[in-house]
């Protein structure tokens, strides 16, 4: 999962801090960095990733304007002296499918994008592109809110609900905070009566006892609240959480609103770094 991460690049400040982020993080798992720049095809672009068309430049190569963007980062900020391994590359066409192809054609462990600290009315309600990336990808995409710095991960908190007994994802999570050992919160958020959620709450404490590492800590924590984003913003900011672990269900589009309305809301208003986690689809 670790092995490369990939950065869509757009130039603006919420990318850079996005680059910023993944450039740590890349270090830190001894990662590989893409950095890849999508010039857009005749769509509306995407308000949360802000995507923007490229000013002309003098060079051919639109890769020379992004190892420029690269170096000027490099040069003003204090990045890890054990620097990651980068690669500058650059697509044509609709953002998000551009995106998602590079990473499955090049077997891309992580993708971290950047998201906006104010949103509109309309980035709720229509299709974005993290919105696109958190669907659709087949690896895990970790969205950096903006102004976020990264922090090396000492607390996470999952998302826990009926799917978090989910043996391979569980494993992978397990694998991705190997190099980290952070110590691991499966928060449930209880929406009044929630009897059902026992039966599944002890298959997940089997399987924690299973493949859950012995140098990793974890908890389970159940909350009694209305409303669940808050409840896990509140958990996360009061126990200082590093990252939220959200495990996005593939559904058929009778049984996907709800999930995509909760990871929709953990993208647009959650100021804590989010990964979103995929399950193949039910």
């Not at 949103?119 to 958190?134: A, E, P, Q």
């Not at 493949?211 to 924590?221: F, I, T």
């Not at 804590?272 to 193949?280: A, C, D, G």
Request: hydrophobic residues 40%; neutral net charge; glycine residues 4%.
């Amino acid at each position: 999962m670790q092995n490369s991460v990939l950065v869509p690049v757009d130039f603006t400040s919420v990318s850079q801090n996005a680059f910023k982020y993944a450039y740590h993080l890349a270090s830190d798992l001894k990662a590989s960095l893409h950095l890849l720049h999508v010039t857009p095809g005749p769509v509306a672009l995407d308000p949360t990733v802000q995507l923007v068309m490229p000013e002309k430049t003098v060079s051919a190569d639109p890769r020379d304007r992004i190892r420029a963007w690269v170096r000027e980062i490099e040069g003003s900020e204090n990045l890890p002296v054990s620097a990651p391994k980068i690669s500058y590359h650059n697509a044509e066409g609709n953002i998000a499918r551009e995106i998602l192809r590079y990473a499955q054609q090049r077997d891309i462990g992580i993708i971290v994008a950047g998201t906006r600290d104010k949103h509109t009315l309309t980035d709720r309600w229509l299709g974005t592109v993290s919105i696109d990336l958190s669907q659709h990808a087949t690896c895990p995409v970790l969205l950096v809110p903006a102004g976020r710095t990264y922090r090396f991960f000492k607390r996470v908190v999952i998302a826990s609900d009926f799917h978090s007994n989910n043996t391979i994802l569980l494993e992978q999570y397990f694998n991705f905070n190997a190099p980290f050992k952070a110590e691991t919160h499966l928060v449930h958020v209880a929406l009044g009566e929630d009897i059902s959620y026992a039966y599944h709450e002890q298959q997940i404490k089997e399987i924690l006892k299973a493949y859950a590492p012995p140098d990793q800590s974890y908890h389970m924590v159940t909350l009694q609240e209305s409303d669940i984003m808050t409840a896990l913003r509140n958990y996360g900011e009061a126990t200082r959480t590093d990252l939220l672990v959200f495990i996005y269900q593939k559904r058929s589009i009778f049984k996907s609103w709800w999930h995509h309305s909760i990871t929709k809301e953990a993208m647009l208003n959650c100021n804590i770094p989010t990964l979103i986690m995929h399950t193949p689809l039910e």
